[in-house]
Every structure is written in C-alpha cells, then in structure tokens.
C-alpha cells in the first residue's frame, strides 16, 4: 500500500507538465526579415527565419558585406554619370543558428525577445586590382578588375526585437563578420510573416 501510494503521488505531481506539452505546445514562427547596417563595413541581407521550442531559431537567406576599396592615391572616380567608388565586398548564402531570451517580465513568445545570433557566410570574396590609368574625360581616371574567389566568414549579429503585431516587426542590434572582409557595426531590420504570439497581459482589477 505504502509504495502504492508513492507511485500515485509521483504520477500525480508530473502530470501538469505532461498536460502541458501535449496540450500546449510552443508555437513556431516563420517570417522573412530585411535588413542593413552601417559601419567598419555595410551590410545587407534578406533571410527566412524559422523560431521553434521558445529558444531556437534557424535562419537562411542572402547576405552581402562590403566597404570602400585602396585605391592608387591620385584615383579620381567623377565622371559624366556621377562618382564611380571601387568596393571591396563578400556575398552569398548565409545560414545561422540564434538562441533567444526573453525579458523577465513577459511571457515566453510575447512581442519583446533577445537574439544571440551565429553562422556562416558561404560566397565569394571580390576586390580591385591590376589598376591602370585611362583618358579620363568622361569617367573614372583608372580602370580595374574585380578579381573573384570563393570565401567563407562567420556572421555574429545579436539583437533585440518587437513585434507589435502578429505578422510584423522590427529588430536592430551589432554584428560582426570574420572573414576575407571582416568588420563589425550596427544594424536594423524589419521582418513580415508569423512574428510574434501578440499576447497580452491583462492586470487584474482592485475592487
């Protein structure tokens, strides 16, 4: 009898939390996001972001870093259509891995949410070279190559985002690439689709 009742007591304190699972699972959220940031070296992306199990979420898209190029000291880029600047610049697939925290005042998928963000860029590295003078009259007084290889660089981008509504939000933060081009500064972005739960928090009225 004893040990029967200690089985009964054991199911009964576990069963809330089984309870729980099947019949709250965590939502998942997918939507795409858009983005640019200023600094060392700009960057701009486009990714599909997939948030699953409160924490987790995977992000694959299209990313591009790049900055002002050396240049011969007399290299004069105005021309008849405007200024030509040579860029130095990496791009390709990206995919990342971000684990995300919530402040401690709101409940776990709400509009405010922490994102530790890492990955990999899969691409090609390009930059001037083999600079030689020309005429000059309607354009740049130099032209170039764009010399091309494969690359490869590690992405960290945390951040903070809201989302207002189900189906929008805004993030920003500070992001960092380890590369052929590496550099770090800080950006901001907007993401469309399954964003956020948009639950709400209703106080409870004093009588």
Request: aromatic letters at 14%; one cysteine or more; proline letters at 5%.
């Amino acid at each position: 009898m004893h040990r029967f009742l200690h089985y009964l007591i054991l199911l009964l304190s576990g069963w809330p939390a089984l309870a729980f699972s099947q019949h709250k699972p965590s939502p998942i959220f997918l939507y795409l996001e858009g983005g640019v940031g200023l600094g060392s070296v700009t960057q701009g992306s486009i990714e599909l972001n997939c948030l699953f199990k409160t924490h987790h979420q995977i992000s694959v898209g299209y990313a591009a870093y790049s900055r002002k190029a050396t240049t011969p000291s007399d290299y004069d880029g105005s021309g008849l259509f405007g200024t030509t600047v040579p860029l130095e610049y990496e791009d390709g697939y990206s995919i990342c891995y971000s684990y995300i925290l919530y402040p401690a005042n709101h409940a776990v998928n709400d509009r405010l949410r922490y994102t530790l963000k890492a990955g990999l860029l899969l691409g090609t590295y390009s930059q001037p070279a083999n600079f030689h003078k020309t005429g000059g009259w309607f354009g740049p007084n130099y032209d170039y190559d764009d010399v091309e290889q494969p690359s490869t660089a590690f992405i960290f981008r945390p951040g903070l985002t809201y989302a207002p509504s189900r189906a929008f939000g805004v993030s920003g933060g500070l992001y960092a690439v380890i590369g052929k081009l590496s550099g770090v500064g800080v950006w901001g972005s907007m993401s469309l689709g399954k964003v956020g739960s948009h639950r709400r928090h209703h106080r409870k009225s004093k009588h």
